[in-house]
């Protein structure tokens, strides 16, 4: 069943377009080396908060690649790039 990983932070404005830069190069790493990422979308709220949407084949898929997420470089350079993360997961039961 698919899920999706919704991450919100804010950045720097300043940092906005190197943050978008290396989220893209974090996602084809991902795509790389953990197979199950369908689709990734960015959005920003009024405030400046960053909405960030995951979706993945399944929960394990979206598992395996949060485990490793520790030693994926690419991680560690967008998330230097945040402040004030914070993460859920959902599963989708319906799509219309």
């Keep these: 069943m698919t899920v999706v990983?919704?991450?919100r932070f804010k950045t720097d404005p300043?940092?906005?377009?190197?943050?978008?830069?290396?989220?893209?190069t974090l996602i084809a790493a991902v795509r790389e080396s953990y197979?199950?990422?369908t689709e990734a979308r960015l959005g920003r709220l009024e405030?400046?908060?960053?909405?960030?949407?995951?979706?993945?084949e399944s929960a394990e898929h979206?598992?395996?690649?949060?485990?490793s997420a520790p030693?994926?470089?690419e991680a560690g350079a967008v998330f230097a790039l945040t402040t004030d993360a914070?993460?859920?997961s959902a599963e989708i039961v319906a799509v219309v």
């Design 5 to 7: 990983r919704i991450t």
């Design 14 to 24: 300043a940092n906005d377009a190197e943050m978008i830069d290396k989220r893209a």
């Design 35 to 37: 197979p199950g990422l």
């Design 47 to 56: 405030d400046g908060t960053w909405i960030d949407h995951w979706y993945w």
């Design 62 to 67: 979206m598992q395996k690649a949060l485990a």
């Design 71 to 73: 030693t994926i470089p």
């Design 86 to 88: 914070t993460a859920e």
